[in-house]
DNA sequence: CATCGTTATTCTTTTGCGCAGATAACGCAT
DNA sequence: ATGCGTTATCTGCGCAAAAGAATAACGATG
């Protein structure tokens, strides 16, 4: 049997943090610009931003260096603690995953 | 850190299970109406009996044993197989919720 | 044979909210 | 001072999901 699972981090009562947000930050990261970023997810910019800004308040931590204006119009790197939520998230969620797998054999052998 | 998680069951890569079917099973299952349990749930009866038909043609098993007609109308009680489904699909959501919330524990400890 | 409340099925209407797109602000370089 | 590509914000609209209406069939019971 087939399976899919999201997991979100929680504060609050409302989802503050999931695949969505990961998947951005790591292309912020691997890109330098919220922009480009969204762009190359086929997002809209606006999207992208609320996405992290949303993150940032709720988390209370910063995701963004953001640097506005200059000769290149600026652009975003993502800070350490973006990295270590980056780590921590995907650490939890490849663990989770392998318990998954494990119990949807045992559950639904088919 | 709190957490939310959410798991379905796959097949030809679309949801055939997850909460929502789930708990309208047992809806079913307390009321003896499919009706009865699309009302509890502030759920339109339309939107209930397309949950559980799309069930039983994904997953190819027969959840309910309708009765139309007769003094009371009629109504559904769940199948063995229905039982069974929950029975399973519940002990794996407990296994799994078990685990990520050591995992959250351990990857966020605040 | 009329009544009743269900299941079954399809169609139309509504609504909410996610999203794209427009606009502003910004600052370095030439 | 002009241009450029960012970040930052706001607004209104599209569209899918959901609700609801309409219709039919059913069968025990009095």
Redesign the interface.
């Known amino acids: ?11 609050n ?1 409302k ?1 503050v943090f999931g695949e969505g947000p990961l998947k951005l930050l790591k292309k912020v990261e691997e890109l330098g610009s919220l922009r480009q970023a969204a762009l190359s997810m086929q997002m809209s910019y606006s999207k992208a931003w609320k996405i992290m800004k949303h993150v940032e308040e709720e988390l209370h931590i910063k995701l963004l260096e953001r640097k506005i204006g200059g000769k290149t119009g600026g652009g975003s790197t993502i800070t350490r603690e973006a990295k270590d939520l980056i780590k ?2 995907e ?2 969620v490849a ?2 995953n392998k ?2 797998e494990e ?2 054999n ?3 052998m088919i």
Do not use: C, G, P
Request: charged share 30%.
């Open positions: 049997m087939d399976y899919r699972f999201r997991l979100w981090l929680m504060k009562n989802k921590n998230y650490a939890l663990s989770v318990k998954i119990d949807v045992k559950y639904f």
